[in-house]
């Protein structure tokens, strides 16, 4: 059974920083593509980075320069650092999994909430 599983979502003030870690399980993790998507009510979910096998990254302008996303094979761990945050950032930040040999996963989602 494959699971992904997100943490260290919290809330947090603006211009301060958490890091984001996804678990995954059931699969062999250094084949996959890694995303970390946002979710807002009423809006559709918008990749914010992703880091592919080979280890290229990509990040959406909006929290380039802000936000780092890494991964540990070992350990079938990916990351989000996120620095600088705004209450714009304010989400369900989601954890996926993707492969051109098979189907996608997702995990549950872990919230971020970036207020004074």
């Known amino acids: 059974q494959v699971q992904l599983v997100e943490s260290g979502g919290g809330l947090v003030q603006p211009g301060g920083s958490l890091r984001l870690s996804c678990v995954a399980s059931g699969i062999i993790f250094k084949l996959y593509d890694m995303n970390w998507h946002r979710q807002v009510p009423g809006k559709q979910r918008e990749l914010v980075a992703s880091?592919?096998?080979?280890?290229?990254?990509y990040y959406v302008d909006s929290v380039y320069g802000r936000f780092a996303i890494s991964r540990d094979n070992a350990k079938s761990t990916v990351y989000l650092e996120m620095n600088s945050l705004k209450p714009e950032d304010t989400a369900v930040y989601y954890c996926n999994a993707n492969t051109s040999m098979g189907p996608a996963y997702w995990g549950q989602g872990t919230q971020v909430t970036v207020s004074s």
């Open positions: 880091i592919v096998s080979s280890g290229r990254r």
